[in-house]
């Protein structure tokens, strides 16, 4: 009996809890809706900036291998320094300072090692007889690139993609030590005032954010990749 007293004690504890949590999301919603709406386009504005340079880059690249190799050994380098690092080095600098440009900057600096890497190895893994083939039917670099190997990369492009839309959201809280009203922000507060209930909060918003785009961009996929691909 004391056993299951105790087991039922600890699992009203728990329903308490996610009633805690449930109730401070809905009497602090208008704040909650300002940071989620906050934390969404600066992950919308990086992704897009991400997109338009990396996938630039990763297709450059693939054409020199020493090349590509310099480039992925500084992508590894920037991705390997402490996001606080970063954002804490960007706001020295005077026109970017507190706010979006410094945390725009240090987000996209650590979209580049997944996107230019997956592009550059999805350019790469296109099978050398199919190129050959193309060759063969008379067309030109361009065209054997747009033509062949970007639509064959897709799978292991969009890889990427979500890989960076996932990483660029849970590292956009942090984005709140410098200035951010994001999600972040319940986190570091819940953590300043050791309200755990705050904290998961914050933590749950931006995995259901994350867990929402990654979804939207495997529909994207879907849409854009040919069936004998996604086979």
């Known amino acids: ?22 109730t401070f999301i809905m009497e602090n919603r208008q704040r909650i809706m300002e940071y989620t709406l906050n934390h969404f386009s600066l992950v919308l504005t990086v992704l897009a900036l991400s997109l338009a340079l990396w996938v630039s880059v990763g297709i450059l690249i693939s054409r020199n291998d020493k090349t590509a190799n310099a480039v992925m050994g500084i992508s590894n380098i920037l991705f390997c320094i402490p996001s606080i690092s970063l954002f804490g080095l960007f706001i020295t600098i ?43 039917m008379g067309m030109s670099a361009a065209q054997i690139l747009f033509h062949i190997q970007i639509p064959l990369a897709w799978p292991v492009v969009f890889a990427g993609i979500r890989v960076t839309v996932v990483l660029i959201t849970g ?6 030590f410098i200035g951010e009203r994001n999600l972040g922000r319940l ?13 998961v909060a914050g933590a749950l918003l931006v995995s259901l954010m994350a867990l929402l785009l990654d979804f939207l961009m495997g529909l994207v996929e879907k849409k854009i990749t040919s069936p004998g691909l996604r086979e």
């Open 187 to 199: 986190i570091h507060h819940g953590l300043t005032r050791s309200n755990s209930q705050m904290i």
């Open 171 to 176: 590292i956009a809280t942090v984005a709140t």
């Open 94 to 136: 005077p026109y970017l300072g507190l706010g979006r440009r410094s945390a725009a900057l240090a987000l996209l600096l650590y979209a580049m090692m997944p996107l230019v890497r997956n592009v550059y190895k999805g350019i790469k893994s296109v099978d050398r007889y199919v190129l050959e083939s193309g060759r063969g």
């Open 1 to 22: 009996m004391g056993s299951a007293g105790g087991f039922l004690a600890y699992m009203e504890g728990i329903g308490e809890f996610w009633r805690g949590i449930l």
